[in-house]
């Protein structure tokens, strides 16, 4: 008879069973929610709100139909996901880019209101197992929860890749590594399956996030350069192949005894509320830690604070003003060219321009948005992209004229430009022996280095920089040209190597 109602249990259960499947269409929704919510808001020119409402009417259809099914479809219930997952997402973004909420305190109120559900839910219900979705309540609570774990993820993903600047990739490998940590605790240190199963899944959002990016950046931003377009498709075909797989093998809806696993739970609650205790100061001590030290190395990389953005705003204010010449010209492809080179320096530049002044960076960052899905619109409009320009243009120029307040305490550049003084010298030498071919990887050697420099070396004397960057962007177009002319590149040379000299002694 306990038998019979066990799997009785299981058939009215409203989620499927936690398989490798589970797991790998649950990395590719977190992937979809992603780059479709930039391909809705970039590509389509939708906006940061509109693709809010857009996407928050979509879920609710959907979470509609998956409350009104009286078992698990598979069909109905990953796409629920899917959305609920672009939806979360927006959540935090709209939070941080619309109204200015700083992730930190994003961060914080998600980890208070995900922990306020798990509590108020194993209250009421005495299991935090989603193999017992078998009742209204249940269900109401565990897609609430599903809601906190993708916009906490966002928040969490964004504030370590962005913010401090780890950058998606090396954020993806760190969650790889927790992930693994805690799939070898469960294995064989006898951690708590359906603790395991929460800490993982909230994990699995930055996952797919830094996934996303990683395929659907540009190669210039040190992706695969797939676009969100081409990534949503692979993903929603792969998705639909998995949901095809599992509607046809039934292998996610497999009987489990959900006896097994309470009893298990009931008789170990000790023990749980330990483990629970005791990730949550591991997870407190790791997090807060690894903020405080990558701040302090931030904090480390400048010669001395600054009080302003004051002259540290000028390769974005010239990429605005390219990317104006190419709308003026209705040269849209390169303008769309020069937003992913736009979109990649201000996100590289988030971790130490945003800790300068968070209020001014939030401000840019927003009219850098309405530039960025003007310009990839399928369709882009030149008086909306113009319009869009020019607000951000005049945003960013009157940050980047503000007085700064380092004075005579910046250190001087002197002695850190000995290398770029050494690739110019080699450049007019090849200039002037005619070796065009070697002169051109030299210029691509020093625009490596150089922007590989930019950080410390404008950090140090900005107004310096500025100046020296303008003579190399000189250098740079006079070598690389179709049909470089000698005189041309040596007059650029020159002219660069003095700035450089002057500035290094």
Same mark, same amino acid.
């Given at each position: ?9 299981? =058939? ?43 996407? +928050? ?11 009104? &099914? %009286? ?10 996901? /899917? @959305? ?6 927006? /959540? *935090? ?5 619309? #109204?200015?909420?700083? =992730?930190?305190?994003?961060? /914080?109120?998600?980890?208070? $209101? ?56 090396? *954020? ?32 699995? !959002?930055? $996952?797919?996030?830094? $996934? ?17 377009? #081409? ?22 809806? *497999?009987?489990?005894?959900?006896? /097994? ?5 009931? +008789? ?7 483990? %629970? ?16 030290? !990558? ?19 000028? +390769? ?7 990317? @104006? ?7 849209? &492809? ?80 002197? +002695? ?38 930019? &950080? ?20 740079? &177009?006079? #070598? ?18 003095? #700035? ?6």
């Amino acid at each position: 008879m306990q038998t019979n109602q066990n799997n009785l249990k299981i =058939l009215l259960s409203k989620v499927p069973e936690v398989t490798i499947f589970f797991w790998i269409i649950k990395i590719l929704c977190t992937t979809v929610g992603e780059t479709f919510a930039d391909f809705l808001n970039f590509n389509l020119g939708f906006g940061l709100t509109l693709t809010t409402i857009i996407m +928050g009417i979509a879920f609710f259809i959907l979470l509609y139909l998956q409350f009104r &099914a %009286t078992k698990y479809i598979p069909g109905i219930y990953w796409t629920t996901v /899917v @959305l609920i997952s672009v939806f979360g997402t927006l /959540v *935090t973004d709209n939070l941080t880019d619309a #109204v200015g909420v700083p =992730l930190e305190l994003s961060t /914080v109120v998600f980890s208070v $209101l995900l922990g306020l559900t798990f509590l108020f839910w194993y209250l009421s219900e005495k299991t935090l197992s989603i193999h017992s979705i078998y009742t209204r309540k249940r269900e109401v609570f565990y897609w609430l929860t599903i809601l906190f774990t993708f916009a906490l993820g966002t928040a969490v993903g964004d504030l370590y890749s962005e913010q401090l600047g780890l950058g998606y990739l090396l *954020t993806g490998l760190i969650v790889i590594i927790i992930i693994a940590c805690v799939f070898m605790a469960w294995k064989f240190l006898k951690l708590d399956g359906v603790l395991a199963f929460w800490i993982a899944y909230i994990l699995t !959002r930055p $996952l797919g996030a830094s $996934l996303g990016d990683y395929l659907s950046q540009s190669k210039v931003n040190g992706g695969l350069g797939l676009g969100t377009t #081409v990534t949503s498709v692979i993903f929603l075909i792969a998705i639909l192949a998995i949901i095809i797989f599992l509607a046809v093998s039934k292998i996610d809806i *497999t009987a489990k005894s959900e006896t /097994v696993e309470t009893n298990q739970t009931n +008789g170990s609650k000790k023990n749980v509320f330990t483990q %629970t205790i005791a990730v949550l100061c591991i997870f407190l001590v790791v997090c807060i830690g690894g903020y405080i030290w !990558r701040s302090n190395f931030l904090e480390s990389q400048a010669t001395s604070p600054q009080a302003t953005l004051g002259g540290q705003l000028t +390769g974005f204010a010239k990429i605005e003003n390219q990317m @104006l010449k190419d709308v003026n010209s209705n040269n849209f &492809a390169s303008a769309k060219k020069n937003a992913d080179v736009l979109e990649n320096q201000w996100d590289t530049s988030e971790a130490k321009l945003r800790r300068i002044d968070g209020t001014t960076w939030t401000k840019i960052d927003g009219t850098i948005d309405v530039v960025l899905a003007a310009a990839r619109s399928s369709n882009p409009d030149a008086s909306k992209t113009k319009s869009a320009l020019d607000k951000s243009l005049s945003v960013i120029n009157a940050a980047n004229n503000s007085a700064s307040k380092t004075g005579s305490s910046q250190a001087a550049l002197s +002695g850190q430009l000995t290398d770029f003084v050494k690739i110019e010298n080699n450049l007019l030498n090849d200039v002037n022996s005619n070796n065009f071919t070697s002169a051109k990887k030299g210029a691509d050697d020093l625009e490596h280095q150089w922007d590989t420099s930019e &950080a410390k070396l404008r950090r140090i004397d900005g107004s310096t920089w500025t100046k020296i960057d303008g003579t190399i962007d000189v250098v740079l &177009a006079a #070598v690389r040209s179709g049909n470089p002319d000698a005189n041309q590149c040596k007059s650029a040379l020159k002219q660069s190597l003095s #700035v450089l000299n002057a500035a290094n002694k």
